[in-house]
T-cell receptor, first 112, second 116 residues
Framework: GQNIDQPTEMTATEGAIVQINCTYQ??????LFWYQQHAGEAPTFLSY????GLEEKGRFSSFLSRSKGYSYLLLKELQMKDSASYLC?????????????FGGGTRLMVKP | DSGVTQTPKHLITATGQRVTLRCSPR?????VYWYQQSLDQGLQFLIQ???????AKGNILERFSAQQFPDLHSELNLSSLELGDSALYFC???????????????FGNGTRLTVT
């Protein structure tokens, strides 16, 4: 099985930088994904890591350490529209498919 | 817009009833996934189909069933509905569906089911 932990809520200020952490335990790691979900809407894909290190995509970056079972999503130059839930999801080798197991999500509130 | 289409957007029904949720994947995607999202829980994986065949199964109740048709659209059938089945049901699709792939899942806007 898998266990994925994220903080439930975070608050940050517009223009600032915020780091959302995710720790996971899995029997066979095969990739980690970050998604953004606004309330009542569809999750949208942000980033993917399968090797250790940092992946940068504009204002968003994601980091992975497989030995520590740890990832973070870094959001720079925060905007009000970044207020949303951020979901960490892991792909496991223990199944035949491509399905993802999601953490509970971190609700980020950006304040002026 | 992810390109994944789900209908209906909202569904209100009574306990004991049966409903069917429909999903059309993005053009070119062969794999379809169903997830349930309740207020107090995260996204829970239900089932995956790839090119018409079941590929992976999560904690899907026996009252629930799904299938993927030759045109690749999928339906999720929920029967003997209970109050606790009220949730957002998301469909997602990806290009591929196996262990050796890293295709991200693209989600539809979901069907909000309310059981009264």
């Amino acid at each position: 099985g898998q266990n994925i932990d994220q903080p439930t809520e975070m608050t940050a200020t517009e223009g600032a930088i915020v780091q959302i952490n995710c720790t996971y335990q899995t029997s066979g790691f095969n990739g980690l994904f970050w998604y953004q979900q606004h309330a009542g809407e569809a999750p949208t894909f942000l980033s993917y890591n399968v090797l250790d290190g940092l992946e940068e995509k504009g204002r968003f970056s994601s980091f992975l350490s497989r030995s520590k079972g740890y990832s973070y999503l870094l959001l720079k130059e925060l905007q009000m529209k970044d207020s949303a839930s951020y979901l960490c999801a892991v792909k496991d080798t223990g199944n035949a498919g491509n399905m993802l197991t999601f953490g509970g999500g971190t609700r980020l509130m950006v304040k002026p | 817009d992810s390109g994944v289409t789900q209908t209906p957007k909202h569904l209100i029904t009574a306990t004991g009833q049966r409903v069917t949720l429909r999903c059309s994947p993005r053009s070119g995607d062969l794999s379809v996934y169903w997830y349930q999202q309740s207020l107090d829980q995260g996204l829970q994986f239900l089932i995956q189909y790839y090119n018409g065949e079941e590929r992976a199964k999560g904690n899907i109740l026996e009252r629930f069933s799904a299938q993927q048709f030759p045109d690749l659209h999928s339906e999720l059938n929920l029967s003997s509905l209970e109050l606790g089945d009220s949730a957002l049901y998301f469909c997602a699709s990806s290009v591929e569906g196996g262990q050796g792939t890293n295709s991200p899942l693209h989600f539809g806007n979901g069907t909000r089911l309310t059981v009264t």
